[in-house]
């Protein structure tokens, strides 16, 4: 059952991460052709490509987490013994779960408060909270992954598959 759900969300993170490099792409694409062309630029433009590459950064930390592929020191890892190994792991991999998660409910209530202040977006008429929301959701995203590489770690798995 796990598998399942961790196999769709997976197929969502990515999906969410090719939808907002295309958008990024095409968007930018757009707007040299508009202003090099035609000599018109347009004025929304560079705000939707800030937010697609905010949303982009953010789906790259939970996948990056998933493929257990963030940088570590890992001397102290490295010249353990098997069994400390194990403990080490465990023990960053929760740590960073914990962190995330709390992270992940810290800019959770940010996006509240600014979603209060009624913010708009400079150039287009989307309120700035709404921009934010890949942030949260990324971060307990990123949770969630490390909670499986400990799961990994315990059944002694690889990580990251």
């Not at 996948?63 to 940088?71: A, E, I, P, S, V």
């Not at 998660?101 to 810290?106: A, I």
């Not at 209060?116 to 929301?133: K, L």
Request: proline share 4%.
């Amino acid at each position: 059952m796990l598998h399942l759900i961790t196999k769709y969300v997976d197929r969502c993170v990515i999906l969410l991460g090719v939808a907002s490099l295309g958008i990024l792409v095409f968007v930018a694409f757009l707007q040299v052709v508009m202003r090099y062309v035609f000599s018109h630029a347009l004025p929304w433009p560079e705000e939707l490509c800030r937010f697609m590459f905010i949303a982009l950064a953010y789906v790259g930390i939970a996948l990056t987490m998933r493929g257990d592929r963030h940088l570590c020191v890992d001397l102290l890892l490295t010249y353990s013994p098997r069994g400390v190994q194990k403990i080490l792991r465990l023990f960053s991999l929760g740590c960073t779960a914990a962190f995330m998660l709390l992270l992940g409910y810290l800019s959770y209530q940010m996006i509240w408060e600014v979603k209060a202040m009624n913010y708009m977006a400079s150039s287009m008429p989307v309120p700035i909270y709404i921009t934010w929301i890949p942030i949260p959701l990324c971060i307990w995203l990123s949770a969630f992954y490390a909670i499986l590489n400990m799961i990994a770690v315990l059944k002694n798995e690889k990580t990251g598959d």
